[in-house]
T-cell receptor, first 112, second 115 residues
Framework: EAGVAQSPRYKIIEKRQSVAFWCNPI?????LYWYQQILGQGPKLLIQ????????DSQLPKDRFSAERLKGVDSTLKIQPAKLEDSAVYLC??????????FGQGTRLTVV | AQTVTQSQPEMSVQEAETVTLSCTYD???????LFWYKQPPSRQMILVIR??????QNATENRFSVNFQKAAKSFSLKISDSQLGDTAMYFC????????????FGTGTSLTVIP
């Protein structure tokens, strides 16, 4: 079974530029999560989808972050414009009920 | 609101010894799931072990086992025969299921296995 795929693995951008991350969850997983993880901290949930509907986006900075899940499968997370404090690893995960979340390898974003 | 607390920011253990990582959580729900995740320096989050709240029997996975105390809302991870590859951040996580698989993580415990 293929795991959660994320791209790119690494990205370096200048502040005020825009960036997009892509995630392909495990086939059949209805729930998809995007997390932001700053070095030394635990993952912080940005947004959670159930199929193509949003379950929780209470911690998503909506003035600069946006996310969508096309047809309830792939998802993209966009940041526009980026700030220095957005430097972090962005983790995508998917899950089935009760089986935990399975994570991709993450995208390491550096904003300079 | 659900919260997950890991009170040990850092721990160390000698190779081949046993170590226990602590986790407590707060919830008013009766049915939920608990997990331990391992995050090595590569930053890949790896599921170590899961526990269903309605099961009294503690989960085990090879050298990893949990002590689940539902009344005390405690969920500790025991690693036996520690290996150098166990060096990583360990996150305790809570999943509620009645409102769509919402997931909550603790702040993590950094474990170092000393040769």
């Amino acid at each position: 079974e293929a795991g959660v795929a994320q791209s790119p693995r690494y990205k370096i951008i200048e502040k005020r530029q825009s960036v997009a991350f892509w995630c392909n969850p495990i086939s059949g997983h209805a729930t998809l999560y995007w997390y932001q993880q700053i070095l030394g901290q635990g993952p912080k949930l940005l947004i959670q989808f159930q199929n193509n509907g949003v379950v929780d986006d209470s911690q998503l900075p909506k003035d600069r972050f946006s996310a969508e899940r096309l047809k309830g499968v792939d998802s993209t997370l966009k940041i526009q414009p980026a700030k220095l404090e957005d430097s972090a690893v962005y983790l995508c995960a998917s899950s089935l009920v009760g089986w935990g979340a399975f994570f991709g390898q993450g995208t390491r974003l550096t904003v300079v | 609101a659900q919260t997950v607390t890991q009170s040990q920011p850092e721990m160390s253990v000698q190779e081949a010894e046993t170590v226990t990582l602590s986790c407590t959580y707060d919830t008013s729900e009766n049915n939920y799931y608990l997990f331990w995740y391992k995050q090595p320096p590569s930053r890949q989050m790896i599921l170590v072990i899961r526990q269903e709240a309605y099961k009294q029997q503690n989960a085990t996975e090879n050298r990893f086992s949990v002590n689940f105390q539902k009344a005390a809302k405690s969920f500790s991870l025991k690693i036996s025969d520690s290996q150098l590859g166990d060096t990583a951040m360990y996150f305790c996580a809570f999943m509620r299921t009645n409102t769509g698989n919402q997931f909550y993580f603790g702040t993590g415990t950094s474990l170092t296995v000393i040769p």
